[in-house]
């Protein structure tokens, strides 16, 4: 399979504990994508790396949220001290930039957070 | 602030019907516009991209179409049949964004009865 992967699909925590996440891109991409989706919402971005650089974060990304892309090729997302609303499916994406802004975003499975 | 809006939120055809999905954005600046199906629980399925000098793309049974100047896309699904039953989703890549992410809206949930 050369999609997209996301590691757990499903993760339930209690308040206050800490949870990570993992995405593995497409094989040859060079950025990668982190969103958030709550129920009957559409996805919203969180941040984006280009290879190891983390390029943009949205203001959704409280001090909580931490992510990292150390070799530029898989990235995580840690959550510290979780609370009820942070409750989501968090999705990966991953897209090559290639001699252009050209920028079909590929996602992955999802990574489903209930925080209890 | 790009906004981006999807009508109707929910619709439900018996199968065979054409239907068009239509979608919103209020900045025109942006450089392509993605169609993506969600199945529940599920990730994103892109289904067509259309560059923003494009004027449709089209997959099988279901085309897409964008007019940029007026901020509008539709996408119309021929012969309706219950596999297409799903959310689809509208997302465009905008210049403010810095040809970056994504702005998404809230979907089209789908119902194709047999």
């Known amino acids: 399979d050369t999609g997209v992967s996301q590691d757990p699909r499903h993760k339930i925590t209690k308040r206050g504990q800490n949870v990570t996440f993992r995405c593995d891109p497409i094989s040859e991409h060079n950025r990668l994508y982190w969103y958030r989706q709550t129920l009957g919402q559409g996805p919203e971005f969180l941040t984006y790396f280009q290879n190891e650089a983390q390029l943009e974060k949205s203001r959704l990304l409280s001090d909580r949220f931490s992510a990292e892309r150390p070799k530029g090729s898989f990235s995580t997302l840690e959550i510290q001290r979780t609370e009820q609303g942070d409750s989501a499916m968090y999705l990966c994406?991953?897209?090559?930039?290639?001699?252009?802004?050209?920028?079909?975003?590929?996602f992955g499975p999802g990574t489903r957070l209930t925080v209890l | 602030k790009q906004e981006v809006t999807q009508i109707p939120a929910a619709l439900s055809v018996p199968e065979g019907e054409n239907l068009v999905l239509n979608c919103s954005f209020t900045?025109?600046?942006?450089?392509?516009l993605q169609w993506f199906r969600q199945d529940p629980g599920k990730g994103l399925t892109s289904l067509l991209l259309?560059?923003?000098?494009?004027r449709e793309q089209t997959s099988g049974r279901l085309n897409a179409s964008l007019d940029k100047s007026s901020g509008r896309s539709t996408l119309y699904i021929a012969a309706s049949q219950p596999g297409d039953s799903a959310t689809y989703l509208c997302a465009v890549l905008a210049a403010g964004s810095g040809y970056s992410t994504l702005t998404f809206g809230k979907g089209t949930m789908l119902l194709v009865s047999p």
């Open positions: 259309i560059q923003s000098s494009q």
């Open positions: 900045d025109s600046a942006i450089y392509n």
């Open positions: 994406a991953s897209s090559l930039l290639a001699g252009g802004p050209y920028n079909e975003q590929f």
